[in-house]
């Protein structure tokens, strides 16, 4: 079993930055995929990010495509989520989570095994 932290979210004005990390212990994050997503009140959450064991494939949700970057450090057993062009609408509580091999990453919440407790990240106009 592996148990996931999130880090790194806070209040950040709408163009600003910033880089999340989930910090993973218990067992070593290369023997899963790994994905981020996100929770704004009132909505469903949805898939962000995700990025394959090696790190060597990625995906995106359409809405963060090319402003958002998953990357992850298997020797330090952290993920990262660079987020860039930050907008109010990304506003929400985000969420790693891993997902045990021989499997790789998807979209779908329900495919993942272990979550963290979340960050919140505020975005304001």
């Known amino acids: 079993q592996v148990q996931l932290v999130e880090s790194g979210g806070g209040l950040v004005q709408a163009g600003g930055s910033l880089r999340l990390s989930c910090a993973a212990s218990g067992r070593t994050i290369s023997a899963y995929a790994m994905g981020w997503f996100r929770q704004a009140p009132g909505n469903e959450r949805e898939f962000v990010a995700a990025v394959s064991r090696s790190g060597g494939n990625t995906d995106y949700a359409d809405s963060v495509k090319g402003r958002f970057t998953i990357s992850r450090d298997n020797a330090e057993n952290t993920i990262y989520l660079l987020m860039n062009a930050l907008k109010p609408g990304d506003t929400a509580v985000y969420y790693c989570?891993?997902?045990?091999?021989?499997?790789?990453?998807?979209?779908?919440?329900?495919?993942?095994?272990?979550w963290g407790q979340g960050t919140q990240v505020t975005v304001s106009s």
């Open positions: 989570a891993a997902r045990r091999a021989p499997y790789t990453y998807t979209v779908r919440m329900s495919d993942y095994d272990y």
